[in-house]
């Protein structure tokens, strides 16, 4: 993996094109078989799922060879979504940036980013959130409160804590919970739902 020159190039799609010619595969924080667990809880087989800044992670594919058959991955690099449609036709490959998904509403059961979220935020005080990223994180949010159906989850797999991530995922109409994963080192599973499907979960 080659390093960027400074972490402002993670939100830079030409830093990832570049990256992506000679790198074939990469998970951030852990792989499937650390989370499976969790997922099986929150995600149906059934589920119309979209994966966010996919990259080239190798969790879309483990997903679909376990039964998960309804994948849809997208991402901002035509480089890396070439190579991802020869390896896996199977499922679809767009190019896409999540902060103006092209997708009618209620598209999908279940939306998940693991690490897309991180990368965006890297350049941020952790403390101070800027009002240009806090504005980015409300729009992202609502491009996926707008793809999901009314029952649907968002799934945000990362390392950020709750303190930091639950106040740039929670608007007033979503209902955040979290469980950690990982030895020594704990990353967070946050799931997010509609706040009337939250209530009738209880």
């Given at each position: 993996m080659?390093?960027?020159?400074s972490?402002e190039?993670?939100?830079?799609?030409?830093?990832w094109?570049?990256?992506?010619?000679?790198?074939?595969?990469?998970?951030?924080?852990?792989?499937?078989?650390?989370?499976v667990?969790?997922l099986?809880?929150?995600?149906?087989?059934?589920?119309?799922?979209?994966?966010?800044?996919?990259?080239?992670?190798?969790?879309?594919?483990?997903?679909?060879?376990?039964?998960?058959?309804?994948?849809?991955?997208v991402?901002?690099?035509?480089?890396v979504l070439k190579?991802?449609?020869?390896?896996?036709p199977?499922?679809?490959?767009?190019?896409?940036?999540?902060?103006?998904?092209?997708?009618?509403?209620?598209?999908?059961?279940?939306?998940?980013?693991k690490?897309?979220?991180?990368?965006?935020?890297v350049?941020?005080d952790?403390?101070?959130?800027?009002?240009?990223?806090?504005?980015?994180?409300?729009?992202?949010v609502?491009?996926?409160?707008?793809?999901?159906?009314?029952?649907?989850?968002?799934?945000?797999?990362?390392f950020?804590?709750?303190?930091f991530?639950?106040?740039?995922?929670?608007?007033?109409?979503?209902d955040?919970?979290?469980?950690t994963?990982?030895d020594?080192?704990?990353?967070?599973?946050?799931?997010?739902?509609?706040?009337?499907?939250?209530?009738e979960?209880?």
């Amino acid at each position: 993996m080659d390093l960027p020159p400074s972490n402002e190039s993670y939100k830079d799609v030409n830093y990832w094109n570049e990256r992506y010619k000679t790198e074939e595969k990469y998970d951030w924080f852990k792989t499937y078989k650390d989370f499976v667990h969790l997922l099986e809880e929150h995600v149906k087989k059934s589920d119309r799922i979209l994966m966010l800044g996919c990259g080239n992670s190798c969790l879309s594919e483990q997903m679909f060879n376990d039964g998960f058959k309804y994948i849809v991955n997208v991402d901002f690099s035509d480089i890396v979504l070439k190579k991802m449609r020869l390896k896996l036709p199977s499922m679809e490959w767009l190019t896409m940036d999540i902060k103006h998904l092209a997708f009618i509403a209620g598209s999908f059961d279940v939306v998940i980013e693991k690490g897309t979220l991180d990368a965006l935020l890297v350049g941020e005080d952790v403390w101070h959130i800027s009002e240009e990223g806090a504005e980015m994180m409300s729009q992202i949010v609502a491009n996926v409160r707008h793809v999901l159906t009314p029952s649907g989850k968002f799934l945000s797999i990362t390392f950020a804590q709750p303190h930091f991530r639950m106040p740039l995922i929670r608007k007033e109409f979503w209902d955040v919970k979290y469980e950690t994963f990982g030895d020594g080192f704990h990353y967070f599973f946050y799931v997010a739902k509609m706040k009337q499907e939250a209530d009738e979960d209880r």
